[in-house]
Structures are given as structure tokens and as C-alpha cells.
């Protein structure tokens, strides 16, 4: 029996108001007057200015409100070895009784909050296209579901676990079978799903983010003679060249959370503005152009900073994810061949790895692939259209996942 | 020299003042109960330092302490920067003809790093040499100035300390460094090669010699088995390499990013640092206020904390060398000639390679294989450092004499 109540966010008046008092007391770091913005961090302006709105005209009661409009749930959920887990989470079905069950993972510095801009149109269809039951939990360490640590201190929280917690989410939701869709940490956590509670429950998969191994003569002899014989694109030659800078200037953060993310914890957890300045660094390098409001900016901050569990429990994913010993390490993990879970690719150009297209058929069964003209590693945020897009046509009746949940094909039945 | 002051360190109150205030109000993260040191300093750790340094820490009896060292400021001139104020110690021996030598520290170090040696170097005895000791704060670090623009990097940094010797009447020195006191020192001998004229280093950055620019070496090395201490080594420095970098990796791309968490929470600043006095020492029995004073030397610092991370992003992307097409930390890693070396090798430094790899650096008259001692040599085994610069200078050692007129010995 795993209790299922509705969930409305509350922050207390006291951390709000302990958060103004930091902000009353950040010192600002100098900075050199004639770098190159952005290429150390982010602009000393910016933060500053941001800290300021922050602290004075911010006003987190009315986006509280606003999300609370949000249909919110809280899930109590055992994981095997790790006791009773909270897990805080939007469900929203759609009108259309046979809509398929969709279930999206967030990644980090991401939340819960990535689906609201697409959760209206998956929603709506059942003619057309599809419609989708929407599943968008907040992983256990994020946003309001409790922390790993709450229900036991043990290390080796993975993830295989936060995969474990999605799965028995949508189980204890009445969704034997359902499809997931995931970008950043949540396209690993689609992976495992695939892997682990594939193609039984989980029926298919859409990744933004897909970092396939290289075919080689041992592994794909065909599909290696294939690559050898196709050119490059210019669209694919633009993404080696990101993932190359991604990997020289962009993933220091990874190293770090990887291997001692406790070290940068007691910063990101007693300094309001030095969480502001981790993540928001990410918000601006990830994301393709995107017009970041302050509101948008100090929302997606706030939830880190308001979290159950605190903001720097969200990096332990990193860790565990690296020493899952004496399993392989997560992207060792993601490059295992799936081969019986439909797979669908959607590749935005300002992602930050974005590896020669053909590598993606060493995943598994490739039933759909986009590659779009705009858009980042926060696509649902950045252009919602295209993850509606990519959803509608890869699960609508041309799609190559179409019927994959049987009879809950997202369309409307006759006597609806 | 006229511009040559004396100087105190002496905090504002309204600063110490500022700082009880966010400790008190410091947040701290969850930790898992089987961490220990896996994940970052642990949590019981930093809260009782962080109680320390609110309630019972006295940071006016360490000031007092460190104001008995005889500290200076002086400005120096850098090319293309300008004018930049520096603080340091300078230690003269009562022997005239000491050997003077400047005393370079790095990053999470200070000038502190100089004080247990300072009292063995300034006599001689039995024949040992004595040493007029420089140890300045390098720029953007303790109570030195800041750079404001970019670009400052370890040439410029090596600029700053011969200057500084320069200054102080001393036309030829000798050098002890390690952690950026190492690829400094290394670059004020390839510089300088007329002025530096001997260095000792502990911490070394050194890769296997090369069979093209050292086919000899290349070809010891590859038919020499290691020997077991050269396998811990060689251990440990993968060890660091996997899960001891990660600081490392930010600091040489973001360390803006980074600056504000530094600048803006002691206790965040607290256990960056800290991390590193205990996973880089052999067990150095750190006490609560050594450790506090070492972080509030950067809390404290002129520049501020946030500055004293840039010379790892500027080290990355240095400008090439005209001549050879290198960056400056390329060049450290390379013969340099005219400069006698000195090694001293600490099993539990964070690079501990094969002593033979060293000697493809230059003309190595000196090698120290120690048994204990991690990363701040000077400070954890005071002996040790101070045993090899007085076997290497010392009348039988390989750089006896090599400052003319300044031999460092009586009689």
C-alpha cells in the first residue's frame, strides 16, 4: 500500500526570511575588468543584480500560488535497501481515457518545473495525435520529494534507485505500462528503466541527450562499415565541436560533483548567491540563447534553495552514479544496448554532447529521430513545441512507437 | 629603498565583525553516516570548526603571532600590468654572506608556509649554510594585491618574484617551491637563468622523459622496474588524478563561479580549503586553530578569497611562448638549463612520481627520498626541507657556493 496524497508547497516563513537576511549579507567577489563575459562564470553585474531582485522584489508567495495550481501529489515509496521514500509529483491525466501514460525526468539544475510549459498540449489530442497522462515527479533529493538520506543514511542511492522510485510511482498510479521521456540525469534514469523494467512496463523511451557509444568493427560490424562510408553533416560536425568544448570548458562541474560533491556542498548550502551563480551558469551556457527572465531565473534557483532536502543533496546523484561499484559508470551504463525498448532521439543543437548520429543505433532500436534547428539542453523549457512535436509524431499513428501501450494509444476509443 | 616598508597585518574589526555574523548563520548540508572523508570534509568536522572559529577561535592572538615575523610591502613593476603592492617576510641572517633565497608558496598555502623553517635557516652551524629567507605572498594571495585584469599568469607571477629579489639588492638567489611555489620557481629558472641560480622543489608536475628530447632517461626508465615506493606513488597520483581534481577542473574553467561561493560563505571557503589539509598531508595532526588561521588567511586576504583561484584559469590559458610555441607550463616540465635543481620527494604529495623523471628537468645536484611528508613539506616535516637545502648548499652539496661571495657558511 503506498499512500497517495495531494500536495501543496509551503515554504516556511522562517527560511524566507533567513534567505533575505543571507542575501543581506553576501560579499561579492572583484572580477578581472577585461575578460570576455561569461567564459570564467557569470558576470559579476548580473549576479549582482539578480541577488538584489532577489532579496527585495522577489516574491516567492505568488509563485508559490501559481505552482500550487499545479495538480501536486506525494507518494510514499519503498526502495529495496533503502526504506520509505516521499516522492513529490505532478500528475495530470488527460479527458482522453485511453491517453498513453507518459512519465518525464528532470536532470540537473532542472525540476519539476520543466514540464509545466508542456503539460496543456500533451494533454490535449486523442484525434489527431496522441494524448498523454502526464507523470512528472521531482527525483528523491530534488525539488520537494524528501532526501535519500531521510529514510536511511546509507550510501549507493544511484541511479538505479531514482529508476526504481519512477517505476513504482507509476505502478502505484495504476500505469502497468507506460512510456518515459528524459533529458540530463532523467535520460539516464529512462535508460535504466528501459533496461531494468523493459519492455514489459517500460514500453519506450524518447532522450534529449544521447551520448552512444562508438560503433566499432567487433561490436557493429555493419553498422561500423556504415559510418566509415557516410560523411559527416555540417549540423553533425557543429555538435562534435560542442561536445569537445563541453568537455574542456563545460563539465568541471561533473568532475567535481562526481568525486567530492560534499566539498562544494557547504558552499551551495550556506550561501544563497553562490548556489545563484552554480546554477545559473548553467542556465545560460546550456541552454540555446534562451531569454531567461529574472522570475524564471530565481525560480528555478528557489526551488534548489527551498527544497526539502537542501541543495546540495541533488549532487549526490553524481557520486553515486560514479562509484556504482561494482557496476559500470553511468555513461558506460547509458551506451548498453537495449534492444528490445523502442527508442526515440530528439537532438538540439545547443545540447552539450551531441555525438555523429548513426552512433545512436548502438542504443538500441532507434523508431524516431529528430534533429531540431533551435533549442538546448532544457528543450521543454526552451521550446516546448518540439518536445510536444517529437512526442506527438514518434507515439502518433505514423510514429514508430505507435501502440507500443496497446490499447492506450492516446487516441480517442469510438464511444468516448 | 625607501619604498620599502614595514608592515603589520592588522584586520578592521568591522570585518571580524561581519564574519561572526554569517557563521552564525551558517546552513549546513546532510551527510551520509559512512562517509568519512569520500565525499568532502565530513560534517562533524566543519560544524565544530565552524563553532570554533564563531565562539573560542582568536584571531587577534594569531595576528599577533604572525605580526613577530619581520613583514614588509614594497611595490614591484610588471610588464604590461603596472604596479602591484606586495607583501613579505624577509628574514636576514645574521650571516653576512648568507645565500639569499626566495621561499614561493602556492595554492591552498600562504607565506605562513615559511614560518617553521624560517628559525632553522637563519644560523649556521657544523658547516650548514645559512639563508637570507624571502617569502612573499604572491599576487592575488594573503595580504599582497590584487591584479585587476587578466591574463596574469605564471610567467608574470615569476616576473613579480625576481623583482621582488631584485628589489631587495639580491642580483643572484636560489629558489624553494612547491604546488604553483613549483611551476613559478621553475619558470623564474627559465627566465632568469643568469639570476636564478639554484632551486629546490618539492612537488613536481613531471611527466617520463621523453625518447626524443631525452633518449637516455627514456630509455632508463623503460628498462628499470619501479620500485614499491615508486608504485605507491605512482598510486597515489592516479588517486588524486580520478577523485581529487575536481576542484581543480573548476578552477581552471570557472573560477568566477566558484568566486562567489568563496567569497561570500567562510564556511564554504572553510571546507574547500580543508579538504585539501587533510587529503594532501601524511597525517599532519592539524590543530583546529592552525586550520582556521590558514583559511583566514584567505578569508582575510587583500584581494579576496575569489582571486586566489585565478591563477589556475590563467595557468590553462596562458598566452604561447613566442619562441617555442608553448605555454609556460609546457615549458616547467622541460629542461631547463643553468639552474641547479634540488628534489625533495614526499611520499603523500598529491604528484609523487619517479624520482628519475626529475632529472629530465635540468641538472639535478640533489635529491631528497623522504619517508614522510605530504604536500606542505615545509610546514608538516620543517626538518626534512630544511635537511635538504643544507645537504645541497652545504659545503659538500651540489650547489655549494653557486650564489658568488655568498656561500652562506662562516669562516
Avoid at chain 1, 91 to 100: D, F, G, L, N
Avoid at chain 2, 144 to 166: D, I, N, R
Avoid at chain 2, 286 to 294: A, R
Wanted: net charge negative; aromatic share 12%.
Amino acid at each position: 500500500m503506498s499512500p497517495i496524497t495531494p500536495f501543496k508547497i509551503s515554504v516556511p516563513e522562517s527560511k524566507i526570511i533567513r534567505l533575505q537576511r543571507l542575501l543581506a549579507l553576501t560579499d561579492f567577489p572583484t572580477e578581472p575588468t577585461n575578460i570576455e563575459p561569461w567564459t570564467r562564470g557569470p558576470p559579476l553585474a548580473d549576479i549582482k543584480r539578480l541577488a538584489h531582485v532577489w532579496q527585495h522584489s522577489f516574491n516567492w508567495r505568488a509563485i508559490e500560488a501559481k505552482l500550487n495550481e499545479l495538480p501536486q501529489y506525494m507518494a510514499q515509496i519503498e526502495i529495496e535497501g533503502h526504506g520509505l521514500n516521499e516522492i513529490h509529483f505532478i500528475h495530470q491525466p488527460s479527458v482522453i481515457k485511453s491517453a498513453i501514460p507518459l512519465l518525464f525526468v528532470h536532470g540537473w539544475p532542472g525540476s519539476f518545473l520543466e514540464v509545466t510549459k508542456i503539460l496543456p498540449e500533451l494533454t490535449e489530442g486523442g484525434d489527431e495525435y496522441p494524448a498523454f497522462h502526464v507523470v512528472a515527479p521531482s527525483l528523491i533529493d530534488f525539488g520537494f520529494s524528501s532526501a535519500s538520506k531521510e529514510a536511511s543514511v546509507k550510501s549507493g542511492f544511484n541511479v538505479d534507485q531514482h529508476a526504481e522510485a519512477c517505476h513504482k510511482l507509476m505502478q502505484a498510479l495504476g500505469y502497468s505500462e507506460y512510456v518515459v521521456q528524459g533529458g540530463d540525469l532523467g535520460s539516464a534514469v529512462a535508460r535504466i528503466l528501459a533496461s531494468t523494467y523493459g519492455p514489459n512496463s517500460c514500453k519506450a523511451q524518447l532522450i534529449n541527450n544521447a551520448a552512444p557509444a562508438q560503433p566499432t568493427a567487433e561490436s557493429h560490424p555493419e553498422l561500423h562499415a556504415r559510418v566509415q562510408a557516410t560523411a559527416l553533416t555540417d549540423g553533425e560536425l557543429a555538435g562534435l565541436k560542442r561536445t569537445q568544448e563541453f568537455g574542456e570548458n563545460g563539465n568541471a562541474f561533473y568532475r567535481l560533483q562526481s568525486t567530492r560533491p560534499l566539498t562544494i556542498a557547504y558552499s551551495l548550502s550556506s550561501s544563497p548567491v553562490g548556489l545563484l551563480a552554480w546554477i545559473y551558469e548553467k542556465l545560460h551556457d546550456w541552454a540555446d540563447d534562451y531569454p531567461w527572465t529574472e522570475t524564471e531565473i530565481l525560480t528555478w534557483v528557489s526551488v534548489y534553495y527551498f527544497s526539502r532536502a537542501g541543495p546540495s543533496a541533488s549532487l549526490n546523484i553524481y557520486y553515486e552514479n560514479e562509484h556504482r561499484h561494482p557496476k559500470k559508470t553511468l555513461f558506460a551504463e547509458m551506451q548498453v544496448e537495449i534492444p528490445d525498448v523502442p527508442l526515440g532521439i530528439a537532438r538540439f543543437p545547443k545540447d552539450l554532447i551531441l555525438l555523429p548520429k548513426l552512433w545512436h543505433h548502438t542504443m538500441g532500436p532507434v523508431v524516431y529521430e529528430n534533429e531540431h534547428t533551435r533549442g538546448g539542453h532544457f528543450p521543454a523549457w526552451e521550446c516546448p513545441d518540439a518536445i510536444v512535436e517529437d512526442l506527438r509524431t514518434m507515439f502518433g499513428k505514423d510514429g514508430g512507437a505507435y501502440r507500443c501501450t496497446g490499447e492506450s494509444d492516446g487516441y480517442r476509443v469510438a464511444n468516448d | 629603498m625607501a619604498d620599502i616598508t614595514p608592515f603589520k597585518v592588522s584586520i578592521p574589526q568591522e570585518s571580524l565583525d561581519r564574519l561572526h555574523q554569517k557563521l552564525a548563520l551558517a546552513d549546513f548540508p546532510d551527510e551520509l553516516d559512512e562517509a568519512e572523508w569520500d565525499y568532502g570534509a565530513p560534517l562533524a568536522d566543519i560544524k565544530r570548526l565552524t563553532k570554533h572559529w564563531l565562539e573560542k577561535y582568536d584571531w587577534r592572538a594569531e595576528e599577533r603571532k604572525i605580526n613577530e615575523l619581520p613583514q614588509f610591502k614594497t611595490s614591484v613593476t610588471i610588464d604590461r600590468f603596472g604596479d602591484l603592492d606586495l607583501h613579505f617576510v624577509h628574514q636576514k641572517s645574521p650571516i653576512k654572506n648568507a645565500i639569499p633565497l626566495i621561499f614561493v608558496h602556492g595554492w591552498p598555502g600562504s607565506f605562513l608556509e615559511v614560518t617553521k623553517i624560517l628559525p632553522l635557516l637563519s644560523g649556521s652551524s657544523d658547516g650548514s649554510p645559512a639563508f637570507h629567507v624571502i617569502a612573499p605572498s604572491i599576487p592575488n594571495f594573503g595580504f599582497s594585491q590584487g591584479v585587476k585584469t587578466k591574463g596574469f599568469a605564471v610567467p608574470q607571477y615569476a616576473e613579480a618574484c625576481h623583482k621582488l629579489m631584485l628589489k631587495l639588492g639580491y642580483n643572484e638567489y636560489v629558489t624553494q617551491g612547491g604546488d604553483w611555489g613549483w611551476w613559478i620557481t621553475r619558470t623564474i629558472g627559465r627566465l632568469y637563468p643568469t639570476h636564478c641560480l639554484a632551486s629546490h622543489y618539492n612537488m613536481l608536475s613531471t611527466v617520463p622523459p621523453s625518447p626524443t628530447t631525452n633518449p637516455l632517461l627514456s630509455l632508463q626508465h623503460a628498462l628499470t622496474p619501479y620500485t614499491a615506493a615508486e608504485r605507491a606513488g605512482l598510486a597515489r597520483t592516479a588517486w588524486f588524478r580520478a577523485e581529487g581534481q575536481g576542484y581543480g577542473a573548476i578552477q581552471n574553467t570557472k573560477p568566477q563561479t566558484l568566486g562567489y561561493s568563496l567569497a561570500s560563505s567562510p564556511v564554504g571557503l572553510l571546507a574547500w580549503i580543508y579538504e585539501k589539509l587533510h587529503d594532501w598531508t601524511d597525517s599532519y595532526p592539524w590543530t583546529d586553530d592552525e586550520v582556521l588561521t590558514w583559511v583566514s588567511v584567505y578569508y582575510f586576504s587583500t584581494a579576496g578569497p575569489a582571486a586566489s583561484v585565478r591563477i589556475y584559469y590563467e595557468n590553462t590559458h596562458d598566452a604561447q611562448d613566442a619562441r617555442t610555441g608553448l605555454p609556460a607550463w609546457k615549458l616547467a616540465q622541460r629542461w631547463t638549463p643553468g639552474v641547479k635543481i634540488g628534489v625533495g620527494h614526499f611520499p603523500r604529495d598529491i604528484y609523487v612520481l619517479p624520482p628519475l623523471w626529475s632529472r629530465a628537468l635540468g641538472e639535478v645536484v640533489y635529491e631528497g627520498r623522504h619517508e614522510r611528508g605530504g604536500h606542505f613539506a615545509a610546514y608538516e616535516v620543517p626538518e626534512l626541507i630544511v635537511g635538504d637545502l643544507r645537504a645541497m648548499f652545504g659545503k659538500r652539496g651540489g650547489a655549494f657556493g653557486v650564489v658568488k661571495g655568498k656561500d652562506g657558511v662562516v669562516g
